[in-house]
């Protein structure tokens, strides 16, 4: 006779699980937030990945405490956050963890107030592109896509974030710290 539950029954358990975490959840989350519906959709990717329905119910509560607590939804269409089931060796079982997303920390980005504009582009082999700084000119930085042709073999990549206040901050990063990350 086994006692493994089924994947229903443990989608069953997780909610039966956050229903009980639902007020404190709403008490975590910004004014406003749609607790209801982070919670749902946590839900609905669970019922999609079994791993994830695997996972300890208080590991998924508490990445959905950082969720709601930023006010992103983990899954989803617009996929701002992800729930990521990983295994704990330690304890023999997969837990649940949020990891945001790039369009997640964009938006949250965009939320601060502290930010005008932004922007991240890609560096191929056959494209223009300076970068430099000096103490007297500050940084300086020229792309030219290639939109004509093959644009070659991923280079670099650069984000640049224009603040307010007009000051920017420019990252550049070659393709093996790109890949390394």
Not at 65 to 87: I, M
Request: charged share 30%; glycine share 6%; with cysteine.
């Amino acid at each position: 006779m086994t006692t493994a539950m089924t994947h229903p029954e443990r989608l069953k358990t997780l909610q039966g699980y956050l229903e009980t975490k639902r007020d404190v959840l709403v008490r975590i989350a910004p004014k406003g937030s749609d607790v209801e519906r982070i919670m749902r959709v946590a839900l609905f990717e669970a019922a999609k990945n079994e791993k994830l329905s695997q996972c300890s119910p208080v590991s998924v509560y508490l990445s959905l405490a950082k969720a709601c607590e930023l006010d992103l939804v983990a899954g989803g269409v617009l996929h701002r956050c992800s729930l990521v089931p990983r295994w704990n060796k330690a304890k023999s079982t997969f837990e649940a963890d949020l990891m945001i997303e790039y369009t997640g920390l964009m938006d949250l980005v965009r939320r601060s107030g502290e930010v005008k504009n932004f922007t991240a582009r890609c560096v191929r082999e056959n494209e223009e592109f300076t970068h430099s700084f000096s103490l007297d000119g500050g940084e300086m930085l020229h792309h030219k896509p290639c939109y004509e042709g093959d644009p070659g073999e991923l280079r670099m990549a650069y984000a640049v974030c224009e603040f307010k206040d007009g000051s920017k901050q420019v990252e550049v990063m070659r393709r093996d710290q790109v890949e390394a990350v």
